[in-house]
């Protein structure tokens, strides 16, 4: 079964409590043909493993790149992703939508 | 965000209630709010409006952009009567995601060999919905075209302002449901919320087909239109 939103929240608090360092990414604005809607939501350890999606595949391994980051130092990141990034040829949506994503740690 | 946060927006979920985290944008500060803070919250407006429509997103306030998660409870459906119809729309329902549970008093019926995979109470609806709390994120279908069964069901649906309400039957047996309940003071309005003949007309034949029928009127009242709670306001 797919992941729903239940299971990506319940999920990143059973991995806080297990002690984990977590990063939680939300989908916050879109504009296009973005493949997941506003409020999707995608978990990631620090190990790297992370359940439910942004975006459908397109750009999730930029965001668990950056989610590191945000799991180190603790600070709350926007990512922005689309066809006109500068980032498109390595993280892009090949639908031509754009989508900004706030990435934030679990304290 | 917090942990705490965290662990009360999961409880929110599990027990139906609706909550919004509001995260300002700059900075990250965050707040939980539920129905019972909203009034005293500053965005209490926006949140409230993204309560009724179920759907997280941005609000600018002064300058200030915050994002809420919304949080509603998921839909579930209520399905009186384990008959046909019922065994074809419990797969169908799970696949769709929704969460469904049968109800019926007739023991030879509601027996788990026939509703493999699927809650089926063995009991009477006055007995089994107060406990369940339905409320405007339920779905009722009644199937059993039985006033003694069907027309408790629905009256409870209606006070709870269930977002669909269906119940099968044909126009003469919706006619004289419709008599009985505006008999105990439902008015035309509140009736007017059962949808029936049950299902979008497909022209479905078989059980399977008027499940799809059925599972498709819930989607439409669920995505197509405002909650019913909230056409009334």
């Known amino acids: ?107 | 965000m917090r942990s705490d946060l965290l662990a009360q927006l999961n409880e929110a979920r599990r027990e139906r209630r609706a909550a919004v985290l509001v995260t300002a944008m700059d900075g990250g500060a965050q707040r939980l709010v539920t129905p019972a803070t909203l009034s005293s919250d500053p965005l209490a407006d926006q949140i409230d409006a993204a309560l009724r429509s179920g759907k997280s997103g941005l609000v600018e306030q002064e300058g200030a952009s915050f994002f809420l998660t919304v949080q509603v409870p998921p839909v579930r459906i209520v399905v009186i009567g384990a008959v046909h119809i019922s065994q074809a729309l419990a797969p169908m329902a799970k696949l769709a995601g929704f969460d469904l549970v049968i109800v019926d008093p007739r023991t030879a019926f509601a027996t788990p060999e026939r509703f493999p995979d699927v809650p089926v109470i063995a009991d009477w609806p006055e007995t089994v919905l107060p406990p369940m709390k339905i409320d405007r994120y339920t779905a009722m279908a009644c199937f059993t075209h039985d006033p003694k069964i069907d027309d408790i069901a629905l009256e409870q649906a209606l006070r709870a302002e269930c977002f669909y309400i269906g119940a099968l039957g044909s126009r003469k047996t919706h006619g004289k449901r419709l008599e009985r309940l505006q008999a105990k003071g439902f008015t035309t309005a509140d009736t007017d919320r059962i949808r029936a003949p049950i299902g979008l007309d497909i022209g479905a034949v078989t059980p399977a087909e008027i499940a799809v029928s059925v599972l498709g009127e819930i989607i439409l009242a669920l995505r197509k239109k405002a909650l019913r709670v909230e056409v009334q306001k």
């Open chain 1, 1 to 107: 079964m797919l992941a729903s939103d239940d299971d990506i929240l319940g999920q990143a608090e059973v991995w806080a409590k297990q002690g984990r360092g977590v990063a939680l990414a939300t989908v916050v604005e879109t504009w296009g043909s973005a493949p997941r809607p506003v409020g999707s939501h995608l978990a990631i350890d620090a190990d790297g493993h992370f359940l439910g999606s942004v975006s459908g595949g397109c750009v999730e391994g930029e965001v668990v790149t950056e989610a590191m980051d945000v799991i180190a130092d603790g600070k709350p990141r926007v990512l922005e992703f689309g066809v006109a990034d500068e980032t498109a040829w390595r993280a892009g949506l090949s639908c031509g939508g754009r989508i900004r994503v706030y990435v934030e740690r679990i304290d």
